[in-house]
């Protein structure tokens, strides 16, 4: 009889054979390779595709529903609150363009996809938005409490900080804005690799490509009852609303729940990917995923320590993510050629920094490459 223990090895061991990515691949941060089951999902849905047979429809347009409750059950959203849309700043625009009024507030470090789409709505004369902070800031919940003002009616947050892999504290963040202001996390550098408790958002944005690994052209888009209630569906389309079959030139009314933000339906072999993605992450669960990550996050810092590489990113693992980010003063463009000379794969930040990505299935004997490679250049 198996033990529960061995299941769980058994399952991780699985998982972690469905994927090839490189050796030295350290860039989950930028993209997620996905897996074997994942390209195999989207070769089946093509064959399928391109035999044409007249039932064909409802095997590709059926990805989404297996993708939206596989999402439900990941983040704890019911599933009829849990809507898809093209890609994370999408989503993020169809949240900032659906409030109007009262401010809501941003880092100004915030990756710019979560910046652009409050950028644009202020400037259309719907909700104004407040940036705080800069490249660097932690956006806690004492950073913002000083933020807050009367007319602030959002808080749009990263629940990973890309620049530093800061995890962000949303149950504090929550706390602080209190009940009646809607919370908007990007959960693109977090989603399906950091054991979370998503449901104090109003509002969850997670595109498909980084550590989900499912490749790029979906998102889901998650929200509260709240959140329903005050965002509108004003970037919308024929697919979010009633009837959409029903070509009678008049306007319907949008969908109940989160499909009201359909804009148009989405390529099937994008949500059977991301269908399958998260199906696989289910296999073994977040929690063990997660742990997975901070053993390898801290070998990798323990690699760089060791031949004096400063590191940028937070250390304990309650504030971090799978983001390790080595300080290289005046030279990080030399040593990130170094890196792809000797097939390690990064992200060059700036002049001054390099971000490695960890996730479950890297191979840890790269870490003290990486560090040896970047050692001459501190």
Known sequence: MTSPAQHDDDAFASYRASFTEARGFLNFASYGPPSRAVRERVARLMELAGDGGPRIGGTLYGEDLRARESFARLSGFPVENVGLTGSTSLGLFQVAFGLTGGSVLVSAGEFPANTYPWLRTSAAGRARVELTGGPGTRMTPDVVARALTA??????????????????????????????????????????????????????????QKWVRAGWGVAALALSPQGLERIEPLLTGWTGVTESGRYDGAEHPPLPGARRFSVSNLSPYATGAFAEALALIETVGVPTIDGAVAVHAQALIGQLDAVGVPVLSPRDRSDAAGIVVAGIPGRAAEAHAALAAADITATLHGEDRIRFSVHATTRSEVFGEAAAVLAPFV
């Open 151 to 208: 007319d602030t009616v959002a808080v749009s947050v990263s629940a990973v900080d890309f620049r530093t892999g800061y995890r962000a504290d949303l149950a504090g963040i929550r706390a602080v804005i209190g009940p009646d202001r809607l919370l908007v996390v990007d959960g693109i550098q977090a989603f399906g690799v950091a054991d979370l408790d998503w449901t104090p958002a109003d509002v969850l944005v997670a595109g498909a």
